[in-house]
């Protein structure tokens, strides 16, 4: 399953060097994870989904004013939690590629969750 997010690489995003600061790459890969999410998954939030593990790999640079475009790939769903891979790219190359771990967590409870079967069908 994937879903593909325009955006442009804001003045505020970038450093000394005019580029993207690495620290911001994380924030753009939230902000696609959780449209996609919003998109794609029933009762969106019944649910908390804290982060528990998150790579990132850097390809190329970003500038500000630049055109760059977000999709997410579910590699995996397991009986509490789910990996998605999401690819930042501009229509020339692939900026920064980043894998997720997100628990399920019932937030009344505060513990962990399993997956529910409508989640799983809408991720897989």
Known sequence: ????????AGTLDTGDGGHVDNAVYPKYVATVR????????????????????????????LFAGETFYGEVEVLDVGTTSFTTEITLSTEDETITTAKTVQVLVDPDADEPT???????AALT
């Open 1 to 8: 399953m994937a879903g593909d997010y325009e955006f442009v």
């Open 114 to 120: 399993p997956v529910p079967d409508d989640w799983r």
């Open 34 to 61: 959780e449209r996609f999410l919003r998109e794609t998954v029933p009762r969106f939030e019944a649910y908390e989904r804290p982060v528990v593990r998150l790579e990132v790999d850097y390809h190329a640079e």
